[in-house]
C-alpha cells in the first residue's frame, strides 16, 4: 500500500513538472460539458454477467465512470482510489441513485474473475461495477466514450459523471476530487428535479 501510495505521488510529481501547461492547466479545470455517443453493445461485469452498456448499464441513471486496467501501477490506482472515497460519500444513494462504473482497457486480461478480485481489492459496494468484454465491443465503447487509446500505458486519466436520462455528461481531466464528481452528481440530480 505504502509503495503504491509512494508511485502515484512520484508519478503526479513527474506528470505536473513533464505536463505541458495546457495539460495541467486542463487537469484543474472545470469538468467540460461533452457529448458521448453510448453504444448498446454487450459486456461483462465482474461477476461474468451480460449487460448491454447504453440499456443496463446506464440507462437513466446517475452514473460516474472511470477508465483503469488491472495491472496498471500508476495512474489507474489513483483514479481507482478516488472512486473507493467516492462510493464512500455515497451511504444510502450508492446502488439506488447513483452508480459507478469502472470499464477496463484491457479486455484481453481483465477477464470477470480479475476484475472481480480487484473490486474485491477495492473493497467494492453494490453500485460498483467493473465491466469488460469482447475486444471489439469494449473498443467501440471505449470510442464512444472518447476515451479509445491504443497504447493502454498511454491512456488520459479522464472521468465522466452523467444523467442517462438527460444525456448531459461532464468529463473531468486528472485526478478530480472525490468532492468534485460527487458535486457533480449532486448537480445533475438536483436538475432532474427542477
Known amino acids: 500500500m505504502k509503495q503504491t501510495i509512494l508511485t502515484g505521488i512520484l508519478f503526479l510529481m513527474f506528470a505536473c513538472i513533464m505536463q505541458p501547461p495546457v495539460v495541467a492547466a486542463a487537469a484543474t479545470a472545470k469538468p467540460a460539458t461533452v457529448r458521448v455517443q453510448l453504444h448498446d453493445l454487450p ?13 443496463d448499464v446506464i440507462g437513466d441513471k446517475l452514473v460516474a465512470i472511470t477508465f483503469t486496467y488491472t495491472t496498471c501501477t500508476t495512474i489507474c490506482p489513483i483514479l481507482d482510489s478516488i472512486f473507493v472515497k467516492l462510493q464512500d460519500k ?6 439506488k441513485d447513483v452508480f459507478l462504473v469502472t470499464v477496463s482497457i484491457d479486455p ?4 470477470p474473475p480479475r476484475l472481480k478480485a480487484y473490486a474485491g481489492k477495492l473493497k467494492a459496494k453494490p453500485g460498483w461495477s467493473f465491466l469488460t468484454g469482447n475486444k471489439v465491443n469494449v473498443d467501440k465503447v471505449l470510442t464512444g466514450l472518447d476515451m479509445f487509446s491504443a497504447d493502454i500505458l498511454n491512456h ?39
Open 108 to 111: 484481453v486480461n481483465d477477464i
Open 156 to 194: 488520459t486519466p479522464s472521468m465522466l459523471v452523467g444523467d442517462g436520462k438527460s444525456g448531459v455528461w461532464r468529463r473531468f481531466y486528472g485526478f478530480p476530487s472525490s468532492d468534485k464528481l460527487l458535486a457533480a452528481l449532486n448537480e445533475l440530480s438536483a436538475a432532474r428535479s427542477r
Open 90 to 95: 455515497l451511504p444510502g444513494r450508492l446502488g
Open 43 to 55: 459486456l461483462l461485469d465482474q461477476n461474468g454477467k451480460q449487460l448491454l452498456f447504453k440499456s
